[in-house]
């Protein structure tokens, strides 16, 4: 069935770094969201990607869909203490997975 | 305009005992999914509830099962609990049945097996 795999499990930055984070399914994606989960609190939706080669920004936020509807990207620019949290991407073909998210931290 | 309301927010349980957890959708939403999210990992779709009925489910066994009423509130509940059915468990609501639109999670009901 269909594997959602996301790398880098943790990544820690000084704040103004940048940060990416790489979501790849093992099969061809209708679609791909975006979620970011604060330190205990629950998934909030950042975006969807529906076309190939898709790229879309949200202020510091970079998001990036692949040519196949395999793969996608997130990426931040000059992170600050307020990006700090999990991501999530979702792979969504006849259902939704989750992939096991990119934990962020940013020292001031 | 409410969203996604669950309850409780915390419960601890023991083995083999039966849990039942609650989830109100976000207003003019028809289609309540729920996720089991285990510490450090990305939930995991349990199933989905559309006009009343199970439309889709995740590699769950039999033991979680769910309801969901004509308000489109939703239930979920698990028999027999087991030490790995400790996690939260997240609802999340939307318009129309299926993967494809934008959830809307609840804050959660975490869920401790002793």
């Known amino acids: 069935g269909q594997q959602v795999m996301q790398i880098p499990q943790y990544q820690h930055v000084q704040e103004g770094e940048d940060f990416t984070t790489y979501c790849n399914s093992s099969t061809t994606l209708s679609n791909i969201q975006w979620y970011k989960q604060r330190p205990g609190g629950h998934p909030v939706f950042l975006i969807q990607l529906v076309k190939s080669g898709e790229v879309k920004k949200q202020k510091r936020l970079t998001f990036q869909f692949g040519e196949a509807k395999k793969n996608s990207s997130l990426h931040i620019t000059a992170t600050q203490t307020t990006d700090v949290g999990t991501y999530f991407c979702?792979?969504?073909?006849?259902?939704?997975?989750f992939g096991a998210g990119t934990r962020l931290t940013v020292k001031p | 305009d409410a969203g996604v309301t669950q309850s409780p927010t915390h419960l601890i349980k023991t083995r083999g005992q039966q849990v039942t957890l609650r989830c109100s959708p976000k207003?003019?939403?028809?289609?309540v999914s729920w996720y089991q999210q285990a510490l450090g990992q990305g939930p995991q779709f349990i199933f989905q509830y559309y006009e009343e009925e199970e439309r889709q489910r995740g590699n769950f066994p039999d033991r979680f099962s769910g309801h969901q009423f004509p308000n489109y509130s939703s239930e979920l509940n698990v028999n027999a609990l087991l030490l790995g059915d400790s996690a939260l468990y997240l609802c999340a609501s939307s318009f129309l049945a299926g993967p494809t639109g934008e959830l809307f999670f609840g804050e959660g009901s975490r869920l401790t097996v002793l």
């Open positions: 207003s003019g939403h028809d289609t």
């Open positions: 979702a792979g969504v073909n006849n259902d939704m997975r």
